[in-house]
């Protein structure tokens, strides 16, 4: 097995003492960051995977999420090192009524990894939250809101509407959990949807280039 793939097992099975150490040899080894993430990210999809089949519980994904954390330190500095500069700011959240905050936690974390600089508002968020955070904060890029329920489906519709409705211009706005479709989010007026935290970093820079185009 190769070092970089010794990165992803161990990843997947929560060696958050392992996998730090793991990074910094592939590395030294001449493997760029960015591929060295993206391997990261394909473990905690199979992560994702067997969570939602049932094949393992909160804790073990937990243990993962913190392992994978521990590889991104290491990353960090190589992701946005020299000639990289920041994607802006990302305000994340969960909305009003939800105190779900673990697939949260694990796009945050992944936003964080690409270059983006994460403001957490944590759970339960009124949309008015959203919106003085958007004031509150420089290069606010890209607003992400996550409902893990049904029951607060209405809640993450009115937050993006709130946002889309507001005097503020300039960022995107980017929903997931659960519940969520992508015919959802469409409906609701969101500019992005992603189902998974894995997929929600490349979703995230895609989002922001649009701006950059527009």
Do not use: W
């Not at 270059?115 to 009124?126: A, E």
């Amino acid at each position: 097995m190769s070092k970089i793939q010794e990165v992803k097992v161990n990843v997947e099975e929560g060696k958050t003492k392992i996998v730090p150490s793991l990074v910094q040899e592939v590395l030294d080894e001449g493997e760029k960051a960015e591929d060295i993430l993206e391997v990261m990210i394909k473990a905690m999809n199979v992560v994702g995977d067997r969570f939602s089949a049932g094949e393992i519980f909160v804790p073990e994904m937990l243990l993962a999420a913190k392992a994978m954390a521990s590889g991104v330190e290491i990353l960090k500095p190589h992701l946005t090192g020299e000639g990289s500069s920041s994607l802006g700011t990302c305000i994340i959240g969960t909305v009003l009524g939800d105190l779900h905050d673990i697939g949260k936690n694990l796009v945050a974390m992944m936003i964080e990894s690409v270059g983006f600089n994460v403001i957490d508002l944590g759970v339960d968020v009124p949309k008015e939250k959203f919106i003085d955070a958007v004031k509150e904060n420089d290069d606010v890029k890209l607003v992400a809101c996550s409902a893990l329920l049904t029951t607060t489906m209405p809640a993450l519709k009115e937050t993006v509407k709130a946002l889309k409705e507001s005097d503020l211009t300039g960022f995107k706005v980017i929903v997931g959990g659960a519940p969520i479709t992508n015919e959802f989010a469409m409906e609701i007026g969101a500019d992005g949807y992603s189902s998974d935290a894995g997929s929600a970093a490349t979703k995230a820079k895609e989002l922001v280039k649009e701006l950059a185009i527009a």
